[in-house]
């Protein structure tokens, strides 16, 4: 069965511009997190998706950032505009509610 | 608020000596703990739960909730174990799925 997957693996852009992360979970996983590890920094949550409806987007860090699960499966985070400090290395992962979380490879999301 | 401290960034242990990686949290409630490992060029993955009290690649790993730890131990160190180790605790209220980790312990075994 495969894993979470995520796309793209690395994106380098100019402070300004857009960039659109993809999240597809595990089938059949109802719960998909988004989490971020900035420079440094810990791991930190952003948002949590029960099918396509927002549970939990406390961590999201202002409206730059938009995350959609349209349908309830895939998703998409999209960052516009892009600042320096978002660089980081965006991860996603998903459950099936009250178990253990499974993680994509990462995003490297680079801002110059 | 859900807080975790892995007081370690960095642990060098010799190859079959004892392994022990500090985690402590903070939380109301009763959380539940987990260990992720990332290994060199892998995803991070699930180690251990604390509600499953299993054994794997022979770490263990005991919720101590008086000391409000939840330390990762093996008794004899392989080379394989060099990698990023990452304590995380999801809360017990309803709907709070989250995951709050630490900042990593990175763990060299010496040959």
């Known amino acids: 069965e495969a894993g979470v997957t995520q796309f793209p693996s690395h994106s380098v852009i100019e402070k300004g511009q857009t960039v659109t992360l993809r999240c597809d979970p595990i089938?059949?996983?109802?719960?998909l997190y988004w989490y971020r590890r900035v420079m440094g920094k810990e791991i930190k949550f952003l948002l949590h998706?029960?099918?396509?409806?927002?549970?939990?987007e406390s961590g999201m860090p202002n409206n730059r950032f938009l995350a959609e699960r349209t349908g309830g499966t895939y998703s998409t985070l999209k960052v516009q505009p892009a600042e320096l400090e978002d660089s980081g290395v965006y991860f996603c992962?998903?459950?099936?509610?009250?178990?253990?979380?499974?993680f994509g490879p990462g995003t490297r999301l680079t801002v110059l | 608020a859900q807080r975790v401290t892995q007081p370690e960034k960095l642990l060098s242990v010799f190859k079959g000596a004892p392994v022990e990686l500090k985690c402590n949290y903070s939380y109301s409630g009763s959380p539940e703990l987990f260990w992720y490992v990332q290994y060199s060029r892998q995803r991070l993955q699930l180690l251990l739960r604390?509600?499953s009290r299993e054994s794997i690649k022979g770490f263990t790993a005991d919720l101590n909730k008086g000391e409000t730890s939840f330390h990762l131990k093996k008794p004899f160190a392989q080379e394989e174990d060099s990698a990023m180790y990452y304590c995380a605790l999801r809360g017990s209220n309803f709907g709070n799925e989250k995951l709050t980790f630490g900042t990593g312990t990175r763990l060299t075994i010496i040959p």
């Open positions: 992962a998903s459950s099936q509610t009250g178990l253990a979380q499974y």
């Open positions: 604390h509600i």
């Open positions: 998706f029960v099918k396509e409806s927002k549970q939990d």
């Open positions: 089938s059949g996983h109802d719960n």
